[in-house]
């Protein structure tokens, strides 16, 4: 059923409706999001509801520098991060950072820009295994976090 509502700002709408268990008529409540004005829409493909990780930890610094160029680098004594992590490239030489095996400078490595490139991963991001570093010289600097 469907009962239409006009209020002084608007043109007549349709509002969804269904009975209680008492037979009285309700709203129908369908689940929404809303935009960044505050504006509630149906949620759908066009529209996903947004979810957040209320799991999270709190970040673990795992920041330093290369201690041998041309040699992939564990981060974070080798753990892998629960929920993500974030790397961010400190020297004026490219870094490559992976999660799928040892990083290099090329294959399924990503590479991190020098003087400031950032990889972070979306909350609730479970790596594959340990988080490695790759850079040309010795003493190259980051900053890592994990959660």
């Known amino acids: ?12 709408q349709s509002l969804s409706t269904v009975t209680d268990g008492s037979g009285n008529l309700v709203p129908a409540h369908a689940t929404a999001s809303t935009n960044a004005q505050g ?20 970040a673990s610094d795992g920041s330093g520098t290369l201690a041998a160029g041309g040699s992939a680098q564990t981060l974070f004594g080798g753990a892998v991060p629960a929920n993500g992590y974030l790397v961010q490239n400190n020297s004026s030489a490219a870094l490559w950072i992976s ?5 290099s400078n090329g294959g399924a490595s990503i590479q991190l820009a020098p003087n400031g490139g950032i990889f972070m991963t979306p909350s ?10 790759f850079g040309a010289t010795t003493g190259q600097g980051f900053a890592a976090r994990r959660w």
Do not use: C, E, F, H
């Open 1 to 12: 059923m469907t009962l239409l509502v006009k209020d002084a700002n608007t043109s007549v």
């Open 99 to 103: 999660d799928t095996g040892a990083a």
């Open 124 to 133: 609730g991001y479970k790596p594959a295994g340990p988080v490695s570093l």
């Open 39 to 58: 504006i509630a829409a149906p949620v759908g493909p066009q529209n996903r509801l947004p979810v957040v990780n209320t799991a999270g930890n709190s």
